[in-house]
């Protein structure tokens, strides 16, 4: 375990410098890990020194766990096959989700789509502690927030066997 912690850190601090979700640790298929409280914290942390928005901290391929810090709104997205929990470490926000999106442009997927807002949908201020659920194909964003960090796990949809 103390190995992967600090292959994990090497990797969190380089991953920072590059690209927000390139070089993240592969999760292993043949034993479970943890990612102490720590490691999160100082991955927001750095998040926010940085002025960046995301660090992937873990990928499995059809899923992935990403640290989130966001301070404004953030793009407007719709998954085409992503399904995304969110776990509010700290901070308040406005997040909104469903309805429409406004200004959309395809994204970089099948059925993804990206906008500067969304019209007819469910607003509510989230805060530490709660848990977002977003399924797939519905639109989402955190339309304001002077700073939010949150847990940020994506899940793949699988084809059918």
Request: one cysteine or more.
């Amino acid at each position: 375990m103390r190995k992967f912690c600090t292959f994990f850190i090497f990797v969190l601090t380089s991953s920072i410098s590059h690209a927000q979700t390139a070089n993240a640790p592969l999760a292993p298929s043949d034993h479970s890990i943890d990612i102490p409280l720590e490691e999160l914290l100082l991955a927001a942390s750095q998040l926010r020194d940085n002025g960046l928005n995301t660090n992937r901290v873990l990928e499995g391929g059809i899923f992935s766990i990403n640290v989130r810090h966001i301070q404004g709104p953030e793009t407007i997205l719709q998954h085409g096959r992503i399904t995304e929990v969110w776990v509010v470490r700290e901070g308040i926000g406005t997040v909104v989700t469903g309805g429409t999106i406004v200004d959309a442009e395809a994204g970089a997927g099948p059925g993804d789509f990206r906008g500067s807002a969304i019209e007819g949908g469910d607003e509510r201020v989230i805060k530490a502690g709660d848990l977002v659920f977003i399924p797939t194909g519905v639109p989402h964003g955190i339309k304001e927030t002077e700073s939010i960090v949150y847990l940020n796990i994506r899940f793949e949809l699988r084809d059918p066997d």
